[in-house]
């Protein structure tokens, strides 16, 4: 936009830290709570997470056993598409390679469909959910992940909008086509890049 | 540009669009601030107008003590000025205008709730719509001329007026109609009354299916 606001500049002429994508602000110690649906009350006895698909063997981990798994943690930032970002937050889980390891990916898999127990969906093409990219996650700053930020387990896919990273995640669908999420089919972006600020369908 | 205030704190811009804006009920446009030196700042803000042809929308914007966005709108801007905005936005928090419809705002998150009420009474059919508005007093009551009617129940946590019987107090299952059947709940809010009041619809028998909820947060609704 070449025009500006009137009257309008940035507070205090501060310094932007570097961590920012374009049009994020430092939430700070706030964490907004932004959800489309009631909060669901999820049981880790019964609670499962599979993953399924275009994979040689479809697995399903009880709470018990996903919390077995090599433990992986991510530190560092997150960046919600209405704006926000909170730097420097950690997540402890399992990483998505470590549970893709066990179900192993068939060649023609190159798509992913996370689904959460509430019925949420969000897409990503495979090579953003390997390489140390994606986790599952069950505790954020070292305490148990509350019931409204997706507890008792989340998926967490830090470099894109947050609204890819599913809360109550209930598995990943490996498909060899990709199929559009929840918002991605209501008017935002497929891929959700925030270094491109790619929020909505068109960016 | 006209700007008139709806309470002490929230004010109603009317935007002037370069073409109709073609919205739904319940959507949101992106109002985007631009600094000389280049840097933006961007929020969403609900559309509190009905659908219609024209060319023009109504979003209303509560002042936050330190909203970088919403202090600007209320202390700056004036009328005639230009903003850049985006819209609309959403697919999700949408009444279709025809299926009945069950509307549970909270404070400022009566907007997009607002569009859905002059839809129904601009349309003929506000015999789909309910709507229940949570305020904490006569005076945080958004559209307090135009709101009141036969679809609606106000509900005054702390203070109420005079004239009114239920005494001051948290919204509970008895404030709320029965269940729309075959329709919609749209619930909007703090996070904190969005989940207080889903538990209570829940629990009058709706199923969670027909629940659609928008957070409002100092950012906008809008995430997972």
Same mark, same amino acid.
């Given at each position: ?27 700070? +110690? ?112 070292? +305490? ?53 600020? +790619? ?5 | ?17 370069? %073409?109709?804006?073609?919205? $739904? ?6 109002? %985007? ?42 202390? %700056?801007? %004036? ?49 789909? #719509? ?13 559209? &307090? ?9 106000? #509900? ?14 948290? $919204? ?11 329709? $919609? ?11 207080? &009041?889903?538990?209570? #619809? ?23």
């Amino acid at each position: 936009m070449a025009t500006f606001t009137r009257g309008f500049s940035r507070r205090g002429g501060l310094e932007r830290d570097p961590r920012l994508p374009p049009g994020q602000y430092d939430a700070g +110690q706030s964490w907004p709570v932004l959800t489309a649906e009631p909060t669901p009350r999820l049981d880790t006895e019964s609670w499962s997470f599979t993953v399924e698909g275009l994979v040689r063997t479809p697995t399903t981990w009880s709470w018990d056993e996903i919390r077995a798994l090599p433990r992986s943690d991510f530190t560092g930032d997150i960046h919600c598409v209405t704006s926000w970002s909170k730097l420097g937050i950690s997540f402890t889980g399992v990483s998505v390679d470590t549970l893709l390891e066990a179900a192993m990916p068939l060649a023609a898999a190159a798509h992913v469909l996370a689904y959460s127990h509430t019925g949420y969906t969000t897409n990503f093409p495979l090579p953003d959910v390997t390489g140390g990219r994606a986790w599952v996650v069950w505790e954020v700053d070292g +305490q148990p992940l509350p019931r409204e930020h997706g507890g008792p387990a989340r998926l967490v896919v830090p470099h894109l909008y947050f609204w890819k990273s599913a809360k109550w995640i209930a598995g990943l669908r490996l498909l060899d086509h990709d199929e559009p999420g929840f918002w991605e089919v209501r008017g935002y972006h497929n891929y959700a890049d925030p270094w491109l600020e +790619q929020r909505y369908d068109g960016d | 540009m006209a700007i008139r205030p709806e309470t002490a704190t929230a004010k109603t811009f009317r935007l002037h669009l370069p %073409r109709p804006s073609g919205h $739904l009920a319940g959507q949101h446009y992106v109002v %985007r601030l631009t600094a000389p030196d280049g840097y933006t700042a961007s929020r969403s803000y609900s559309v509190a107008s009905a659908p219609d042809e024209s060319s023009e929308i109504e979003l209303t914007v509560e002042r936050l003590p330190d909203g970088e966005v919403s202090t600007f709108l209320a202390d %700056r801007l %004036r009328p005639g000025d230009d903003v850049d905005v985006r819209g609309p936005i959403g697919g999700w928090f949408i009444w279709p205008g025809d299926v009945p419809a069950l509307l549970v705002g909270g404070g400022s998150g009566v907007v997009p709730l607002m569009a859905m009420l002059r839809l129904a009474r601009r349309s003929g059919t506000s015999n789909l #719509v309910r709507m229940v508005v949570s305020v904490r007093s006569p005076e945080d009551l958004y559209y &307090a001329d135009e709101l009141p009617g036969p679809e609606t129940t106000i #509900v005054y946590t702390r203070h109420a007026p005079a004239s009114e019987a239920r005494p001051p107090g948290r $919204l509970t299952a008895r404030d709320l109609p029965a269940p729309p059947v075959g329709g $919609l709940t749209f619930i909007c809010g703090s996070s904190s009354f969005a989940d207080a &009041a889903s538990d209570l #619809v829940v629990g009058s028998g709706t199923s969670i299916a027909d629940i659609r909820i928008e957070r409002f947060s100092p950012s906008g609704g809008h995430c997972h």
